[in-house]
């Protein structure tokens, strides 16, 4: 079975790190575009982050920029998402998901991590 | 506020048929790309509905159909069943941006 599973989330404060990890199982990562994608409580989804298959092309949504980094190790199988100077609007769970292409859509979801940020 | 627009809730008895809408612009689904429906029972992730504007998963009933009309997609339920609960996100992309667009979410009630 094809799966994605999460980890990382927490409780941290304001203006704190944390390092969330996407690990997958069943396939190999190196094959799929792989995306962040958060849902505040009570809200919609939101897509945050995106890598390219060999981590050569990455885009953020504008709220993120310059402090959140996605990555990627092929070898370990795994996605990574550095989320630095934390705001109390980062508060969400945070999907890991794999996109096939543009014609597909995000075909294998984690069922995501919580990431809380008070002080 | 989404750039693509869904009602915030629709609603219907087991049985009966429903639809939801996604309104975009010329920058996204008017621009041709490809628009993809997503199902979110309660406490649960999202689960892939539809892909490819009409294209069902393996394993996802006809009940559910999808359909794209310049820059409006929409997705057709019919048989409600009470399974059928919880929100549905439409998704696309955009000209002026990289990543990928979400719809704001629908509610479906199954009363």
């Known amino acids: 079975e094809e799966q994605l599973v999460e980890s990382g989330g927490s409780l941290v404060q304001p203006g704190g790190s944390l390092r969330l990890s996407c690990a997958a199982s069943g396939f190999s990562l190196s094959y799929y575009w792989m995306n962040w994608v958060r849902q505040a409580p009570g809200k919609g989804l939101e897509w945050v982050a995106k890598i390219k298959q060999d981590g050569s092309e990455k885009d953020y949504v504008d709220s993120v920029k310059g402090r959140f980094t996605i990555s990627r190790d092929n070898a370990k199988n795994s996605v990574y998402l550095q989320m630095n100077t934390l705001r109390v609007d980062d508060a969400a769970v945070y999907y890991c998901?794999?996109?096939?292409?543009?014609?597909?859509?995000?075909?294998?979801w984690g069922q995501g991590t919580t990431v809380t940020v008070s002080s | 506020q989404s750039v693509l627009t869904q009602p915030p809730s629709v609603s219907g008895a087991p049985g009966q048929r429903v639809t939801i809408s996604c309104t975009g612009s010329?920058?996204?689904?008017?621009?041709?790309?490809?628009v993809h429906w997503y199902h979110q029972p309660p406490g649960t992730a999202p689960k892939l509905l539809m892909y490819n504007d009409v294209r069902r998963p393996s394993g996802v009933p006809d009940r559910f159909s999808g359909s794209k009309s310049g820059t409006s997609a929409s997705l057709a339920i019919t048989g409600l069943q009470a399974e059928d609960a919880g929100d549905y996100y439409c998704?696309?992309?955009?000209?002026?941006?990289?990543?990928?667009?979400f719809g704001g979410g629908t509610k479906l009630t199954v009363l």
């Open positions: 998704q696309s992309y955009d000209r002026s941006l990289s990543g990928l667009l």
């Open positions: 010329t920058s996204n689904i008017g621009a041709g790309y490809d």
């Open positions: 998901a794999r996109e096939r292409s543009r014609r597909y859509g995000i075909d294998v």
